[in-house]
């Protein structure tokens, strides 16, 4: 009889201004951020996205789709930027002056 695969609990989450998607998701030992992706049904959700080209992370810290994961991990999709955060803050100053 073989031995069970560990499992590993992570959440998957993208965040829009108006929703936000939090999925939890069981991926075996060794599994990849791309993996935990792939088993979360997000990319479903979210036909916008394509794997290929998404910026990830764990807990804010960026990282590869190739990155092991660890249990209780937050795997993070992040979209881009809608401005240069400085040049915003530049702007919020001088509307303030």
Do not use: C, N, W
């Not at 992370?57 to 993070?76: H, K, N, S, Y």
């Amino acid at each position: 009889m073989a031995a069970a695969t560990e499992m590993l609990r992570v959440e998957v989450v993208y965040a829009l201004p108006q929703r936000q998607t939090l999925l939890a998701v069981e991926v075996p030992a060794g599994a990849t951020l791309r993996e935990a992706i792939l088993r979360s049904g997000l990319l479903e959700q979210h036909p916008e996205l394509e794997l290929a080209t998404l910026t990830v992370g764990v807990f804010g810290q960026r990282a590869t789709l190739a990155r092991p994961l660890a249990a209780g991990d937050r795997v993070e999709i992040y979209r881009p930027l809608r401005a240069d955060p400085k040049a915003a803050r530049r702007a919020r100053v001088t509307r303030r002056r």
